[in-house]
């Protein structure tokens, strides 16, 4: 079992190293990462140079002008790597041929005297793990949690150090170095993003580093692109009209297809919804991943190669309880949040709200899922046993909270999704994986093309590999 080391033993391990050798540049609320290295004694074998562009103008002189205009934000941070490596490495090349290089970088707002500003930032590395290797990178976002401007910067020095060790002694096991970065941190920080790319990570998916995050309880929520690659809410969600869709997708079916489609087109006619500004994630819950049991990461990569090809960006989150997701989006000032989700798990969300505030927190439990700004779309089921459609207009309820629900479909923030093809109705995922791990005839008539030829060709979710004859 690994033994998490102290900050300080860390940053002293990584200044005796002689081959380690690089620059540190911090912006905003990062100004406490170099001071490790500097305070433990032997720095001089480490640090080429430290530096703080603090004033606007001048950061902008030396990184370049920010089309958003923030200087929080990923771009800034790649800026601040690019530029800094290239001038050491052009510097220091011929001088130092033995030692690998590395930039650490980071730009930090931490929490306003006025509490308005909750504190969060971008680090990141770009490195070298041999003299004459090529460059790795590894970037991400954290929320910082504590509620004191000094503790914020602490706790941004020590995730620093934790990094930049990591980077040298777990590169070869990305769950570890992982888990590494909470060292002396937890319940101070959340880390909602990171990214590693470049020839020492080439083997690495990074979508599994997104579902580690959320496994190993470092964010509630992460999220990947249509390509694969991790992204940041702050980066494309901010104050955009957010529709997001929970499902298995084991594998996505044309159910699936069908309510991605009809939720979208619902929610974007919405008369306070501007449809330029409108985004669909598809969300994928760890409760669900681990719902035969232990956590399966081939069963997660086959879900994520499945809504990556039709072109989804993904949510993996710890978020069973919808008000987790609506919280964390809340960050962002999402204008108007749609959650989309089958008849049969509302009545899930409904049951499990009742009888679990029976002691009188019932109107206090449902006014946090029931924000002004979020609205439910239901997507309809066939009734067990029957050709009749469950909707929210037949859902058994309890007696109990009949008058809330009411109140709630009333006042829109519930409703049933319209436009639905009620000739798919019968098409159940549990039933279409079985299919499709015995190849049984026809289970390609209950996906789309696309996923059949994908689920043939990678052999997803259990489908059988073929036997190739070869003829000699």
């Known amino acids: 079992m690994r033994q998490a080391l102290e900050t300080e033993q860390k940053a002293l391990e990584i200044n005796l190293d002689s081959n380690i050798y690089g ?10 990462v170099a001071r490790y290295f500097f305070q433990v004694g032997a720095a ?6 430290t530096m703080s562009a603090y004033d606007k103008v001048y950061s902008d002189k030396i990184y370049g002008v920010e089309a958003s205009g923030r200087y929080v934000c990923e771009s800034r941070l790649y800026k601040m790597l690019d530029h800094e490596y290239n001038l050491m490495f052009d510097r220091l090349r011929n001088e130092r041929p033995d030692s690998s290089f590395f930039v650490f970088a980071d730009t930090v707002s931490a929490i306003n005297y006025q509490k308005t500003i909750k504190g969060s930032g971008w680090l990141g590395i770009r490195f070298q793990l041999r003299p004459d290797g090529e460059a790795n990178d590894i970037v991400l ?4 949690l504590d509620n004191d401007n000094h503790l914020q910067q602490q706790a941004i020095g020590v995730l620093g150090v934790n990094l930049i060790y990591a980077c040298y002694h777990y590169n070869e096991n990305p769950e570890i170095l992982l888990q590494s970065l909470m060292d002396n941190l937890h319940g101070r920080i959340a880390i909602d993003m990171i990214r590693v790319n470049g020839p020492d990570f080439a083997h690495i998916d990074n979508r599994l580093l997104s579902l580690m995050l959320v496994k190993h309880g470092l964010t509630n929520v992460a999220m990947f692109g249509p390509d694969g690659k991790n992204i940041h809410a702050s980066e494309f ?7 997001v869709v929970r499902g298995s997708f084991r594998p996505a079916t044309l159910v699936n297809l069908d309510m991605i489609k009809v939720a979208n087109e619902q929610f974007r006619n919405e008369e306070d919804v501007d449809p330029k500004k409108t985004f669909l994630l598809t969300e994928i819950t760890l409760n669900n991943l681990c719902s035969d049991g232990e956590l399966d990461e081939k069963d ?10 039709l072109g989804q960006t993904v949510i993996v989150s710890n978020c069973e309880q919808h008000q987790k997701l609506i919280s964390y989006l809340a960050d962002y000032k999402i204008q108007k949040l749609g959650l989309v989700l089958g008849i049969r798990q509302l009545m899930d969300v409904i049951n499990n709200k009742y009888y679990e505030n029976m002691d009188g927190r019932l109107l206090a439990a449902f006014g946090e899922l029931f924000t002004r700004n979020v609205k439910m779309y239901v ?6 046993g029957s050709e009749d459609l469950m909707t929210c207009e037949n859902l058994p309820v309890p007696d109990g909270i009949k008058f809330l629900f009411q109140h709630l479909r009333d006042s829109k923030q ?4 319209e436009g639905f093809n009620p000739e798919i109705l019968h098409i159940y995922s549990k039933t279409v994986l079985q299919k499709v791990q015995a190849n049984e005839e026809g289970w390609e008539e209950l996906v789309s093309p696309k996923i059949a030829a994908l689920i043939k060709e990678k052999c997803l979710f259990g489908f059988p590999y073929q036997q190739l004859e070869f003829e000699y």
């Open 414 to 417: 519930i409703v049933d999704m």
């Open 141 to 144: 976002h954290v929320k910082m």
């Open 237 to 243: 969600l901010y104050k955009k009209h957010v529709v």
């Open 44 to 49: 001089a074998g480490t640090i080429a140079k």
């Open 23 to 32: 620059t540190f540049s911090e912006i905003g609320a990062g100004q406490e």
């Open 379 to 384: 997507y309809p089921s066939m009734q067990e």
């Open 300 to 309: 997660f990569i086959d879900r994520a190669e499945i809504l990556c090809a």
